[in-house]
């Protein structure tokens, strides 16, 4: 496996600081003082952009500003968090110590000190996406919308978006650590209905959906142009029209390289973050060094791969993010922590502590999640299925992290008969339990794997941006949801 | 320190107006919150915070624009308002943008109370022994429920403030309160978790924390030795929380701007028979005490109560002002939004009108059949009504509930769903602003093995 490697090190042009470095240490004080183990200040600065297309027009561009700090005290297993998008010495004095009041000790005055460390670059945007003109961004919908319906005149329905964050953060802790980062992010994603008519000469529709993006610079839309983005979402829904209903029952299913990651995601991802795994609600707790998946899956999640969606310099506790193997040849070798349930379960973070906003304690998540390629090529795969179903593009998944049942939904789907693909199938919902379905895994593409950056995970209420990738891969017996028995 | 809300709404709408809007509407929602959660008979945190943000949408010969900011320091407020201004520019004219008239606003309608100096006064400690009670009655019900994913308690309280160029200038605020429980039971190998909560405006209207934690770990427990079972077509019950789910559903294929662009199901049913004659779906935003009711939508349109089906009949589709102006049809008052976002069509109190049937009645009357009680995936297809979930539940044999079933799906179409209806209950509950009764469909679709 090709691992992306990080650019060197530096430390880029600094505007300046969201909050004085005299005030964070006040904070961490004010956090303190009630005698508490640890305390942590976040500072966040948002600014985003958006612009959407629907019925051929540009119907809004929008921008929004989102600034506030949350601060973390913990005392024992016991967290104390307050927030406030309100940056005046007092408002901000004051969440420090409603946050402080989780500890029950009397008057600390301590004060702390913290110092910012070099961090490594993983995403590097010359030019702040939020400089870059709303009129550039908005000729990205307006393409995108001219491909999808030159693609196919029976493309009726179009809606594009792009949108864009540019995220500053601070985190300060009574470690005595400070980093500061910028995390940009965009993504383009297109929405189309085509529309035919189906074997009774009534119409019928059927939905396709593209988009991609990453921690990319805004040349990213030079080469994956609007016109790839919208041909292939118009490519989906057409290659649809006519679809049959699906089988119902056990079969075996191809997956195609990519964004197919999310069954990844779904299937193992969660049940591997440390807070389930100390709380013991988990199926994967208590089984490492344990065979948890057939001998061809390798599971890495890697915060360090260039311009990548999930990628992080920092993750939102100040801790560096890695490239962590967590299952080798079926073996379950290790979590993902963030800080605090590293500190409660005897470990070390692995930089997965992440957050949705200075709303939010950060919690161990993913980041960017995938399996290592194999060595069998796509095509010798499919020629090995009998009877089967290919999926080629998928809409979402969930999990139950508890029992792990996670469905995964497929918005594209072929009928396989002796190694060829056949007749296109109405969406299909796979569903099955994390580990069962990783030990049916039989054959591993050695196809490339990462999404176009299209995900983002939902947890406990908080939205992360994370990258995905599977390649080709076969799984046997895997229980396919459908209207026909 | 406090600041008049109101009077800043309007400010922003005079500077938009100054600025060259023609029309403006600013949108100020202040919070605070207060939540807790606990384990192993400890506070495990608590967060309190308090937050706001105000949303500024304007048009500019017919083109939109929409800023919106968290910072409230005037030069922040103030350069949000130029942004939406100056952001109208890259959005293309569409004469039939606008806000909505003085007569479309209407008087904000009378609902009743809205908050509860109960809930707005909560005592932190009143959380805390409360979230302690659901998890050691949760415990308590069975040795095999080991411990909880989480289990907390939680209020807020919203304050909302509306003002715009056609003379919109209102504001109301909520309060809402919390229990949840998320248990896990384990026997063996198999672990299984499962939820319950209680949501309310008014304290004197939650359920006791017992109940919730009992409630939790009963739906836990039962679940354990779960298995799969064949694939076969079978008569299928959603519980009240499942058939929640289900008719919001319904709802998103009936919201106006889907339909106008022929991306629903539904688009070409109105006034035709869709259901049989007991179904009766209603958004009511005027409903006393509902957690979705409000005087006013998003837009500052007076909340109704529209039967989108009514005794089986397709009766209305839910519109905000704008695809209401392209349908030509009116608002239904279902603007839903928050200060970050435009307005957009969602539903206010959204409720299936119970039956008289009790469940356990509907359930006797099924001899082999599958009772859902949770599901996993993102549901319907509102362009193709294609519905297929991952489902976990209890197997019906000759009348009774049974043994546990996991990894399965449930399949079908939403129209034919809806036409497959052939028992409602009489046990129409609301945990969240969707309620439903229990209902049973004649058959559908099970995939296993």
Redesign the interface.
């Known amino acids: 496996m090709a691992r992306v490697a990080a650019k060197k090190s530096a430390v880029g042009l600094t505007p300046p600081p969201l909050l004085p470095v005299p005030q964070l240490e006040r904070l961490l004080s004010a956090g303190m003082e009630r005698g508490a183990d640890f305390a942590e200040v976040y500072v966040e600065r948002t600014v985003t952009t958006a612009?959407t297309l629907?019925?051929n027009?540009?119907?809004?561009?929008?921008?929004?500003?989102?600034?506030?700090v949350g601060v973390r005290v913990v005392s024992g297993?016991?967290?104390?968090?307050?927030?406030?998008?309100?940056?005046d010495d007092e408002a901000l004095l004051r969440?420090a110590r409603?946050?402080a009041?989780?500890a029950q000790g009397t008057g600390s005055e301590k004060s702390f000190n913290v110092a910012r460390a070099p961090l490594p670059m993983f995403y590097r945007v010359q030019q702040s996406l939020k400089d870059i003109e709303?009129?550039r961004?908005?000729d990205l919908v307006v393409r995108a919308n001219k491909a999808a319906h030159l693609y196919d005149k029976r493309i009726?329905?179009v809606v594009a978006t792009y949108a864009d964050s540019t995220k500053r953060v601070m985190v300060a802790n009574t470690e005595g650590h400070l980093a500061v980062d910028t995390q940009d992010l965009c993504r383009l994603s297109v929405h189309v209905?085509a529309?035919g008519r189906g074997k009774d000469g009534k119409p019928e529709?059927?939905?396709g959906f593209y988009g991609g993006g990453g921690r990319v610079p805004f040349s990213h839309f030079d080469t994956f142009t609007p016109e790839m983005v919208a041909h292939e979402a118009a490519r989906q829904a057409i290659a649809v029209l006519g679809a049959v209903d699906a089988r119902?029952?056990?079969q075996t299913v191809v997956l195609a390289p990519g964004w197919s990651g999310i069954l990844l995601h779904e299937a193992v991802g969660h049940g591997l973050e440390a807070d389930?795994i100390r709380?013991?609600?988990?199926?994967f707790a208590g089984k490492l060094g344990q065979q948890v998946a057939s001998n061809l899956v390798t599971v890495i999640d890697d915060g360090t791969m260039a311009n990548s969606r999930g990628s992080l310099n920092v993750d939102d506790e100040g801790n560096a993010p890695e490239f962590k193997v967590l299952i080798e040849r079926g073996v379950l070798k290790g979590y993902m922590y963030d800080a605090l349930n590293a500190k409660l379960m005897g470990g070390r973070s692995t930089g997965s502590g992440r957050r949705e906003s200075f709303?939010h304690?950060p919690m161990p998540r993913m980041t960017n999640t995938y399996l290592a390629p194999g060595d069998s090529t796509p095509e010798e795969i499919l020629k090995g299925v009998d009877k089967g179903i290919y999926c080629a593009h998928f809409?979402?998944?969930?999990?139950?992290i508890?029992?792990g049942?996670?469905?995964f939904?497929v918005n594209e789907a072929y009928e396989i008969e002796k190694g060829k693909m056949g007749r296109p199938l109405?969406?299909?919902?796979l569903?099955?339990?994390g580990p069962e379905a990783l030990k049916n895994v039989s054959q591993v593409g050695n196809d490339p794997m990462p999404d176009p950056g299209l995900g983002t995970c939902g947890k406990?209420g908080q939205s992360v941006p994370v990258g995905v990738g599977l390649p080709t891969l076969r799984i046997d017996n895997m229980?396919?949801?459908?209207?026909?028995? | 320190m406090s600041t008049d809300y109101q009077a800043l709404a309007k400010q922003m709408v005079a500077r938009a107006k100054k600025k060259g809007a023609k029309q403006a509407e600013a949108y100020i929602e202040v919070g605070r919150e207060s939540s807790v959660r606990v384990?192993d008979g400890?506070?495990?945190?608590?967060?309190?915070?308090?937050?706001?943000?105000a949303g500024i949408r304007v048009f500019v010969k017919d083109r939109?624009?929409?800023?919106?900011?968290?910072?409230?320091t005037t030069e922040?407020i103030n350069s949000?308002v130029d942004?939406?201004v100056q952001?109208?520019?890259?959005?293309?004219p569409?004469k039939l943008n606008g806000l909505p008239t003085k007569k479309q606003l209407g008087a904000p309608s009378d609902v009743g109370p809205l908050f509860d100096e109960a809930v707005a006064n909560l005592d932190p400690e009143w959380k805390i022994k409360s979230a302690l009670e659901m998890e050691k009655a949760g415990k308590a019900y069975d040795p095999r429920v080991?411990?909880?994913?989480?289990v907390g308690a939680g209020d807020h309280v919203n304050e909302v403030y509306l003002a715009s160029s056609e003379g919109a200038s209102n504001g109301y605020q909520g309060t809402y309160v919390y229990l949840y429980a998320m248990p896990?039971a384990?026997d063996g190998?198999?672990?299984?978790?499962s939820y319950w909560v209680d949501y309310k405006r008014f304290l004197d209207e939650l359920d006791a924390p017992e109940k919730i934690g009992v409630e939790a770990a009963r739906r836990a427990v039962r679940?354990l030795g779960?298995s799969?079972v064949k694939?076969?077509?079978v008569p299928v019950i959603f519980d009240p929380m499942m058939a929640a789910a289900f008719v919001s559903g319904i709802a998103a294929a009936a919201n106006g701007d889907a339909v106008f662009?022929?991306?629903s199901f539904l688009a070409s049913k109105l006034g035709q028979s869709i259901a049989p004659k007991n179904v009766t779906l209603v958004d009511d935003g005027l409903m006393k005490r509902g957690l979705g009711t409000s005087p006013f939508d998003g837009e500052g349109v007076a909340t109704r109560r529209t039967a989108i089906v009514e005794q089986g009949v397709l009766r209305s589709f839910l519109y905000d002002t704008f695809t209401a102006r392209k349908a030509k049809a009116e608002s239904t008052g279902n603007a839903s939004r928050g200060y970050?976002s435009?307005p957009a069509i969602g539903t206010n109190n959204l409720y299936l009108e119970p039956g008289t049937t009790s469940p356990e009645e509907l359930i006797k009357g099924v001899k082999n059949g599958f009772y859902v009680t949770?599901m996993?995936?993102?549901g319907a297809?509102v362009?193709?009504g294609?519905f297929?979930?991952?489902a976990?539940g209890l197997w019906i044999t000759d009348g009774a509930l049974g043994k546990p079933v996991?990894?399965?799906?449930?399949?079908?179409?939403l129209l034919d769903m809806l036409m497959a209806i052939d028992g409602i209950g009489s046990d129409l509950t609301f945990r969240g602003s969707t309620g439903a009764p229990t209902i049973r469909f004649a058959e559908l679709?099970?995939?296993?093995?």
């Open positions: 612009v629907e019925e027009k540009i119907k809004s561009a929008q921008s929004g500003l989102q600034q506030g297993a016991k967290v104390g968090y307050a927030y406030s998008d309100d940056l969440a409603t946050a009041m989780i709303v009129a961004k908005a009726k329905q209905v529309e529709r059927r939905t119902a029952g056990q389930f709380k013991g609600t988990s199926l709303k304690m809409g979402g998944g969930q999990v139950d508890t029992n049942n996670f469905v939904e109405k969406g299909v919902t569903i099955g339990v406990d229980t396919v949801g459908g209207t026909k028995v | 384990r400890q506070i495990e945190d608590l967060t309190q915070a308090t937050s706001k943000g939109l624009g929409f800023a919106w900011t968290s910072d409230f922040a949000s942004r939406a952001l109208a520019e890259a959005a293309a569409n080991k411990t909880f994913d989480s896990v384990a190998p198999q672990l299984q978790t679940m779960a799969k694939s076969q077509k662009k022929q991306s970050r435009l949770a996993l995936g993102h297809n362009v193709t294609e297929s979930r991952g976990n996991q990894e399965v799906t449930v399949a079908g179409n679709t099970v995939s296993g093995e």
